[in-house]
């Protein structure tokens, strides 16, 4: 009996580590490409997520998260941002359907490899009398792409991978 426990907790713990795929060590190729790319940046770890090589890091106190293919080929970076730093029209396209005083509670930008930028703002609204999130993709000239409610541990930028 003392056996089988010892083996059921033994593939227990294997099986949980073949998930993880922190600490990666990212091909120097592409670790050179975003070294270039943002040469200011700090707090800098790479992993694998969704067999991409991505990087966190901070830049100017924002955090970002740079997302390459395993072959070293820059797909997107995603950018924490202000509400200010929009383009004026993606705020006023906001404002216009959602009024001044909703309640934001994300904003970042989306930038892509030979792709339009895109702007994410993630704010509270209210649906049939219930407090809801809600998340709306804009291009930069204020056209809006996408609006969903917002889904638990849901990456709206892997619909852009």
Known sequence: MRKL?????LVAAATMGIG???DYNAPS????DFDNRYPTATHVE?????GRAVVEFEL???????????????????FDIRYSELPEAVRSSFEQGYGTQTPIDD???LERNNADTIYYIEATVVVNGYLTDICLDYLG?????????????YDYWAYYL
């Open 20 to 22: 993880c795929d922190d």
């Open 141 to 153: 000239d204020g056209t809006l792409l996408r609006s969903s409610a917002d889904i638990e541990n």
């Open 29 to 32: 190729a592409t670790v050179n």
């Open 5 to 9: 426990m010892f083996a059921i907790m």
């Open 60 to 78: 100017a106190g924002q955090d970002c998260e740079a997302w390459y293919t395993l072959g070293g080929e820059w797909i997107m970076t995603r």
């Open 107 to 109: 904003v970042e930008r």
């Open 46 to 50: 790479w992993e694998k997520k969704k």
